[in-house]
């Protein structure tokens, strides 16, 4: 179909008709929930604990606060956004993309979950009494694959559960190898980062992205997650020793984050048009200004504990289904984030026997920090 196309300073607001679901798309669902529990039931079998079907590992579990910028253009005054000076505690979750537990020299692409908790605004249907607003970003701009059924394709090369890792320490040495290659030569593949060729740097030095698109008040838009502080600047493409540090990055996030304060800016990307900035391709890069219209900050503290994973990486579930209606995710790829997310959580309370409820507070922090 063609889509209307706007002057690059005019968002384009958002029209059902603009999402197209892919053919097969309840085969595609069906089949990537299938995926992810067989991957989750296979480290479930091998550890004893039912963990993330992806993202399993955290390196970082943090409290921080999210504030909203002061005189936002009306077109970015929206949603959550449309609250000035607004401010929200927040739970940022950072992982690598694997289903099991690997050690950290297996290099792949890192994740950063925030958990707005307290957000006002009407919700969907099966959000109903829920005060949470979720944004699962990685650091990258946009989706290893275009559509979820071409993803469902490699999701098994993304996230592999077999008991071998030596030999996985070598693959990702080797496509480390092959990755400097094709950057030095102006490239850079998303597929040699996802099998586990991901340089080996600080975590904490990563720009952030949600990839795939969400409804942002009445337009659409792409989010991201951009280091601002000197300390957190500092960070960017440092090395990070993981020679016998099976948990390196924790390591490296905990050294960090129990001495510094920390601060990200918030920024947003909105559509203007559909024909270069698709929302049912999550692999194209969108050419849209960045404008920030937030402020997430940590103070010092403990960064990740026992207590803390036990609270975060088995009490909660990041999802970026838990929003407001003016947050709706958009597109194939978040289409079938829908169904799989929550049959990943349900078993993982299943087989923990530790139920997932959608915080009102973060009361417990303090005891499990």
Known sequence: ????????????????????????????????????????????????HARRGVHAKSHGLLRGELRVLPNLPPDYAQGLFSHPGGAWPVVLRLSTTPGDLLDDKVSTPRGMAIKVIGVPGARLPDGVGDVTQDFVMVNGPTFLAPTAKQFHGSLKLLATTDKAPTLKKALSTALRGVEKVVEAVGGESATLKGLGGHPETHILGETFFTAAPILY??????????????????????????????????????????????????????CTDLATMPIEDASVEWEAPWVAVARVRTEPQ????????????????????????????????????????????RFRAERNGAPLVEPHNLDQWREHG
């Open 217 to 270: 008040g009445r337009y659409m838009a792409k989010l991201s997650l951009v280091p601002v502080s000197p300390e957190l600047l500092a960070l960017k493409d440092q090395p990070v020793d993981l020679e016998h540090k099976p948990n390196g990055l924790r390591a490296a996030v905990v050294d960090f984050i129990t001495e510094h304060p920390a601060e990200w800016e918030l920024r947003v990307q909105l």
């Open 302 to 345: 403990a960064g990740w504990t026992h207590g803390l994973s036990v609270l975060v990486d088995d009490g909660m579930q990041f999802n970026p289904w838990h929003c407001i209606a003016e947050h709706r995710p958009i597109g194939s790829i978040m289409r079938v984030r829908r169904a799989v997310y929550a049959a990943s959580a």
């Open 1 to 48: 179909m063609d889509f209307p196309t706007r002057h690059l300073t005019q968002p384009l607001p958002y029209d059902p008709s603009y999402e197209v679901p892919e053919e097969g798309e309840a085969d595609t669902i069906a089949g990537l929930t299938e995926s992810i529990r067989e991957i989750a039931n296979t480290v479930d079998q091998d550890t004893g």
